[in-house]
């Protein structure tokens, strides 16, 4: 069983598309992130939302736009796709209410812009 | 603004010897956590470090906390093979109570042991 799993897992789309990205979690976690890593192996959180709510939102174009349709599920839909877009995109879940474990991180999806 | 900062950022060693990685924070903290990450794979916790003065070990890996100096060091005992991968130290500073939330991952450290 899967954790917290993504889709696609790999993405190649041309410059000015819009993109989907799709992650779930079925460990009954109350927070989901995502984070880009960059070719530097960088990882930088863009978003997280806590019992579907949106609680961290850090400094990234609006052409993101998360969306949490319950606290299991939390996509990531990308307008206008630009070169500098091209990473890896990994989905993290956390129980951040009373408690002190780790994330657990999706597989990742890699996205190349041509 | 929390910033974490991991050293060195690359590590070449030989098998057999011994080496940290240090995790320094900027603000205060008393939840630390160490990942592993293989080439072209995802992010494994390792380590959780809840407390000052924590240490936890497994395997060849032993990290500790001190929250008083904001240090966290990743200390590999003989280093082998299968300990080439990406190490990434993250700080947690959540605090739902307050509805603040935050979580920052360290620059990584990329470590190749050469056989």
């Known amino acids: 069983d899967t954790a917290v799993s993504q889709t696609p897992k790999y993405l190649v789309t041309q410059m000015g598309n819009d993109k989907s990205i799709k992650c779930e979690q079925n460990?009954?976690?109350?927070?989901m992130y995502w984070y880009k890593q960059d070719s530097k192996k960088f990882l930088k959180i863009m978003f997280s939302y806590n019992n579907k709510e949106l609680i961290i939102n850090e400094t990234v174009p609006n052409r993101f736009s998360p969306k949490s349709p319950d606290k299991a599920h939390l996509n990531l839909h990308i307008n206008s796709l630009e070169l500098g877009d091209s990473a890896v995109y990994f989905c993290a879940s956390s129980q951040v209410t009373g408690s002190n474990q780790p994330q657990h991180f999706g597989d990742g999806t890699r996205l190349s812009i041509l | 603004e929390l910033k974490v900062e991991q050293n060195p950022l690359f590590l070449s060693m030989q098998e057999g010897k011994n080496y940290t990685i240090y995790c320094n924070y900027s603000t205060t903290s008393d939840r630390l956590y160490w990942y592993r990450q293989d080439p072209g794979k995802s992010l494994e916790s390792l380590f959780v470090l809840l407390s000052n003065g924590a240490v936890k070990q497994e395997g060849r890996l032993m990290a500790s906390l001190d929250t008083k100096a904001r240090l966290s060091t990743l200390h590999i005992t003989a280093a082998v093979h299968d300990l080439s991968a990406t190490y990434f130290c993250a700080v947690d500073t959540n605090r739902p109570s307050s509805g603040t939330y935050k979580y920052i991952f360290g620059t990584g450290t990329r470590l190749k042991v050469l056989a």
């Open positions: 460990l009954g976690h109350d927070t």
